[in-house]
């Protein structure tokens, strides 16, 4: 039973993390249908598409890989296996919400858009973070970095997303008042989120090991 229950829980994580990157890749495809302007990484997939072709979601794949690869050196360790379903995953989802979603007629309807997408995807942050299945390629690769540097996690993230943006402004990525809006607001919607999926995740957890010990 104690087996059967473990697996379970193991189960149900797992699905509670794929259910957040589905949630965090529609709320990346609305930003970049909204046409106001992508987050920074966004900003270097479509620079990148532009420039060389294939989708936006395989790129996202490319670099998710090449970020795991310099983790992978940096900390002479593999990447746990969220880190590669997280790679592949939110390419494939965010290709596909690319294909379903159209941009709005109206600059309202964009604005709409554009703030629904940074909610959602704030949301799906914390959703997929929740159940601790493994750190993203963009995250393995900061956390690296931050321990090979001695540079706070904060100062590592800021300097990424600096660089990031730049180089995928350079390509011609869209950058504009969506991508402004979602650098100053998408750390506090996802904290909002975390904490509570967190609260909701132990609970949940804590209804399992009541049940183990009756067992």
Known sequence: MRLQLNTNGQIFRWLVFVAGLLIMSLGAAMMIRAELGSAPW???H??????????????????????????????????QAGAYANMILVGVFVDIFLFLLSTP?????????????????GFGIGVYISPRCGAGPRDSIMLA??????????????????????GGWMLGGPVFLGTI????TIGHVAGFSLSICNNWMERITERGIKVENIH
């Not at 600059?107 to 995807?121: H, P, R």
């Not at 970095?145 to 730049?166: C, D, P, Q, W, Y």
């Open 181 to 184: 809006l979602f650098s100053l």
């Open 105 to 121: 007629g109206s600059l309202s309807g964009q604005l709409v858009m554009l703030v629904c997408g940074i909610i959602i995807m």
């Open 46 to 79: 479509i620079g990148l598409m532009q420039q060389f072709g294939f989708t936006v979601g395989t790129w996202t794949v490319i670099m998710g890989f090449l970020l795991l690869l310099c983790a992978s050196v940096l900390t002479k360790q593999l990447p």
């Open 42 to 44: 966004d900003v270097l």
């Open 145 to 166: 970095l931050s321990n090979k540097t001695g540079a706070s996690v904060a100062r590592v993230r800021v300097i990424m997303e600096i660089l990031v943006l730049a």
